[in-house]
């Protein structure tokens, strides 16, 4: 079945660690997105990408970085300048005029 | 720019009663309007879109929602709630501003909706 696939599901970070957060889809879209979301807040823009190679900012990048090397794959990098991390992301993608299609989440905790 | 308020960040309604989310936006352009359901720890389940076809559309679960432009509102609605309905509904605007495509949403910060047996 053609879906998005986030990993890990859980993940916990170090003061001073970086961590990449995994997503993966085998629905063909061109485009995919990043989002954050915190309770009571909704969800917030982190980065998107319409084509490989190339990807944009969203409202909330600072802390945070992205590769689209491959047109399925699109990991987020939260590092150390990020100095608030704890919450639950989001990966999504879509086609160029399609609704977007969500993964389950992952959600990130500072040991 | 677009923005989206979510009336009540939390609703209840008893098991068969209507449910009632209310969403209305603010957008510039045209919008595409859209509903998601997140279940707790999952991701965004698309209910609904509205795309300027017909106002009234229908969804998944036995949802609809109904495009008043005069009243910039998006509300959903479903005639009789279930126990499975508990979740977080989130409503989204779209931002049209790249090259045409539906581009990026825009989020209100969701509604809880609790079912009492």
């Known amino acids: 079945d053609g879906g998005i696939t986030q990993s890990p599901k859980y993940l916990f970070r170090k003061e001073g660690q970086n961590v990449t957060l995994s997503c993966e889809q085998n629905?063909?879209?061109?485009?995919m997105y990043w989002y954050r979301q915190d309770p009571g807040q909704g969800l917030r823009l982190i980065y998107y990408?319409?084509?490989?190679?190339?990807?944009q900012k969203g409202d909330i990048a600072e802390g945070y970085s992205v590769s689209r090397e491959k047109k399925e794959s699109f990991p987020l990098t939260v590092t150390s300048a990020q100095k608030n991390p704890t919450a639950f992301y989001l990966c999504?993608?879509?086609?160029?005029?399609?609704?977007?299609?969500f993964g389950d989440g992952t959600r990130l905790s500072i040991l | 720019a677009q923005s989206v308020t979510q009336l009540g960040s939390h609703v209840s309604v008893s098991e068969g009663a209507l449910v009632l989310l209310r969403c209305n936006y603010s957008?510039?352009?045209?919008?595409?309007l859209f509903w998601y359901v997140q279940y707790p720890n999952q991701g965004l389940q698309l209910l609904l879109k509205?795309?300027?076809?017909?106002?009234l559309v229908k969804g998944i679960n036995g949802f609809e929602a109904e495009f008043k432009k005069s009243e910039t509102s998006f509300h959903l609605t479903k005639p009789s709630a279930h126990m499975s309905d508990a979740a977080e509904y989130f409503c989204?605007?779209?931002?049209?501003?790249?090259?045409?495509?539906?581009?990026?949403?825009?989020f209100g910060k969701g509604t809880k909706l609790s079912v009492k047996p």
């Open positions: 999504a993608s879509s086609h160029f005029l399609g609704p977007q299609h």
């Open positions: 629905l063909n879209h061109d485009a």
């Open positions: 990408s319409q084509i490989v190679n190339d990807f």
């Open positions: 957008s510039s352009v045209p919008p595409y």
């Open positions: 509205y795309t300027s076809a017909a106002t």
């Open positions: 989204a605007v779209s931002d049209r501003g790249y090259g045409g495509s539906q581009g990026n949403l825009i």
